[in-house]
């Protein structure tokens, strides 16, 4: 089976899958599923990193499916490439995504980009391939027109 690269990372930033706290989102990726935490108590979305519930105070997590898709908090376009580490030639996007269960998540795009998604555009989340770990990104829904106008400064 041949792996991808990245448009954006080098290979050696891939995470560990087994073992990592974020194990769970990265078993779902593979499968094409946006895997995220919620209390196991009240259900509110927790961030990635939370081990308490702010709703309820609870410790215990389940990591459900939840909907790929929402809609673009902020963005913006990163101009400073990491050298050995991003691997993409020119500015790429970071986007939060208000996702529609409730999470807030930042990625950047499923491929490159010359111009980052607008606030308040809907877009589906895909996936990267990060040297065979599959990354949430954002899919944006834009038309291909909508690309020819670009800032690439
Ligand atoms: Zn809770």
């Known amino acids: 089976m041949s792996v991808a690269t990245d448009w954006l990372l080098s290979d050696s930033l891939a995470p560990m899958v087994t073992g990592d706290p974020l194990e769970q989102l990265y078993v779902g990726a593979a499968r094409g599923a946006l895997v995220l935490p919620f209390c196991a108590v009240c259900?509110?979305?927790?961030?990635?990193?939370?081990?308490v519930c702010d709703g309820c105070g609870s410790h215990r997590i389940d990591w459900l499916e939840t909907a790929p898709t929402g809609v673009v908090h902020s963005s913006t376009l990163m101009h400073r490439l990491e050298p050995g580490l991003v691997t993409a030639s020119g500015p790429y996007p970071i986007v939060d995504i208000e996702l529609a269960g409730g999470h807030r998540l930042i990625m950047t795009t499923v491929e490159s980009v010359t111009r980052a998604p607008r606030i308040g555009d809907v877009v589906d989340i895909g996936f990267r391939n990060l040297a065979g770990v599959a990354i949430p990104a954002v899919q944006p829904i834009n038309s291909p027109d909508t690309e020819a106008i670009n800032d690439n400064h």
Not at 44 to 51: F, G, R, T, Y
């Open 43 to 51: 259900s509110l979305a927790l961030d990635l990193e939370q081990h």
